[in-house]
């Protein structure tokens, strides 16, 4: 069975502050993970990573895959009120179609001012 | 705009009363979702359709049915409505490459009393 697991579950930091979110998986036919934030309404895509070792960045957003390990981590810097969201998690898996996602539970982030 | 509608937005159902939520996407995709948000919860994946014409069951299909009406349309079908299947449904498509290029509609919330 696929799995998809996040961690933490939630979190509370100050602006400016830095988070590190964590994503570890066990799926077969591994294609892409993925990362959505989501404020309330469908998730909103911020990366895909199919290779390991290959930091992806955004602005103030990184992401980095492990293909060995199993596991990715979605780092925000110098955060704002604005980064507050649930943060997802996505596993991309199967043969016969394009974007079936496994995913995990999620990460509520909490920013205050 | 191109993308992914959903309807309807809201709904509420008595248990036991019957619904369809309809879908329908103009990105020529081939490949379409259903997934149920449960609160605390990551996206959940009811059933899929790879292609026109074909559709499988996903990891929580009990109490739904799909009907793949032809490449735009997917459909999703609550013959006997339960408490249970009070949820946020979000359909979604896929063309190729997957992953990044997947797009979600903007939900429906059912609430079944």
Known sequence: EDKVVQSPLSLVVHEGDTVTLNCSYEVTNFRSLLWYKQEKKAPTFLFMLTSSGIEKKSGRLSSILDKKELFSILNITATQTGDSAVYLCAVETGTDSWGKLQFGAGTQVVVTP | ?113
């Open chain 2, 1 to 113: 705009n191109a993308g992914v509608t959903q309807t309807p937005k809201f709904q509420v159902l008595k248990t036991g009363q019957s619904m369809t939520l309809q879908c329908a996407q103009d990105m020529n995709h081939n490949s379409m979702y259903w997934y149920r948000q449960d609160p605390g919860m990551g996206l959940r994946l009811i059933y899929y359709s790879a292609s026109e014409g074909t559709t499988d069951k996903g990891e929580v299909p009990n109490g739904y049915n799909v009907s793949r009406l032809n490449k735009r349309e997917f459909s999703l079908r609550l013959e006997s409505a339960a408490p249970s299947q009070t949820s946020v449904y979000f359909c979604a498509s896929s063309g190729r490459g997957g992953g990044r290029w997947t797009t979600f509609g903007s939900g429906t919330r059912l609430t079944v009393v």
